[in-house]
């Protein structure tokens, strides 16, 4: 079956270290996404890649970091910079100009 | 800049009635999509229905309508004969299509709340 895993589900780490949320695809698109759900937020984008080896910043993109060096995979590393970094993270991956994207099952990051 | 905007945080609809969602935004693009997702408690984001903004009949997916006034930047979304299973968090998202794969931009989302 085709479609975007995220690993884990729940993930709780220890404030000042770094962690990396795992997402993966094997849709065979182009595009990845990252974004941040907080409560009455909606949806802010942390970062974005059109194709491997290239990724751009979104608008909450400090204290975040990302690699693309495999079409599948789109790592998102949280670091200890981020300040407030307790969220439900999502991921998604889009085919190309003018698609929706599709959206991979979260990981809700605790940290204390 | 582009942004959406949701006024409506939370919502209820009796079983079978019809509910309208609101959503307006604003951008001085021309070419761009619309989009409403569905977030059920399972948290999982599900695309309900998507605009082409170069078109102006308005999509329909079986109980899923928009009624979109460009000239108003306004997309909202009714659903019709609602069922316990609409019952999720709504976002309303814009996408621009003039260059390569470009990002959602989202509003703050309405909870919906279907009541037997």
């Known amino acids: 079956d085709g479609g975007i895993t995220q690993s884990p589900k729940y993930l709780f780490r220890k404030e000042g270290q770094n962690v990396t949320l795992s997402c993966e695809q094997n849709?065979?698109?182009?595009?990845m996404y990252w974004y941040r759900q907080d409560p009455g937020q909606g949806l802010r984008l942390i970062y974005y890649?059109?194709?491997?080896?290239?990724?751009q910043k979104g608008d909450i993109a400090e204290g975040y970091s990302v690699s693309r060096e495999k079409k599948e995979s789109f790592p998102l590393t949280v670091t200890s910079a981020q300040k407030n970094p307790t969220a439900f993270y999502l991921c998604a991956s889009s085919p190309g100009t003018a698609n929706e994207q599709y959206f991979g099952p979260g990981t809700r990051l605790t940290v204390t | 800049a582009q942004t959406v905007t949701q006024s409506q945080p939370e919502m209820s609809v009796q079983e079978a009635e019809t509910v309208t969602l609101s959503c307006t935004y604003d951008?001085?693009?021309?070419?761009?999509?619309l989009f409403w997702y569905k977030q059920p408690p399972s948290r999982q984001m599900i695309l309900v229905i998507r605009?082409?903004?170069?078109?102006?009949q308005n999509a329909t997916e079986n109980r899923f309508s928009v009624n979109f006034q460009k000239a108003a930047k306004s997309f909202s979304l009714k659903i019709s004969d609602s069922q316990l299973g609409d019952t999720a968090m709504y976002f309303c998202?814009?996408?621009?299509?003039?260059?390569?794969?470009?990002?959602?931009?989202f509003g703050k989302g309405t909870r919906l709340s279907v009541i037997a």
């Open positions: 605009q082409e903004a170069y078109k102006q």
């Open positions: 890649s059109q194709i491997v080896n290239d990724f």
């Open positions: 998202a814009f996408m621009l299509t003039y260059s390569g794969n470009t990002p959602l931009v």
């Open positions: 849709l065979n698109h182009d595009a």
């Open positions: 951008t001085s693009e021309s070419n761009y999509y």
